[in-house]
């Protein structure tokens, strides 16, 4: 059974960064389409960044373009989200979770996952 586990979140000022890490075990992810969602209290749960299994597909919210940056490393069944340029409106719980399959959807909906992490807390202060 596939398992992942965030980590690498925290309270940072307007206009920093921070690196979220996304650890897979018990199944490898190199056929998965991976991708990045967060929720804000009374929000509901948005999809910001996706990738595909060969990484050769990357798709992000129009909110965090140009600002975040998704990669992964199969070999390591690792994947990240670069954030720079952090505004409060980042502010959320991060999850990564895993596709159905290897290709990655125009829309990064919440019905194309299903398996997901426990979630990061990111907190951007103005």
């Known amino acids: 059974q596939l398992q992942l586990a965030e980590s690498g979140g925290g309270s940072v000022q307007a206009g920093g960064s921070l690196r979220l890490s996304c650890a897979a075990t018990?199944?490898?992810?190199?056929?998965?389409?991976i991708a990045w969602f967060r929720q804000s209290p009374g929000k509901e749960r948005e999809g910001v960044a996706a990738?595909?299994?060969?990484?050769?597909?990357?798709r992000y919210d129009d909110s965090v373009k140009g600002r975040f940056t998704i990669s992964r490393d199969n070999a390591k069944k690792m994947v990240y989200l670069q954030m720079e340029s952090l505004r409060s409106e980042d502010t959320g719980m991060y999850f990564c979770a895993s596709g159905y399959g290897a290709v990655c959807r125009e829309e990064i909906s919440r019905s194309y996952f299903g398996f997901w992490g426990q979630g990061t807390q990111v907190t951007v202060s103005s």
């Open positions: 018990g199944a490898p992810i190199s056929v998965r389409c």
């Open positions: 990738i595909s299994s060969g990484g050769g597909t990357i």
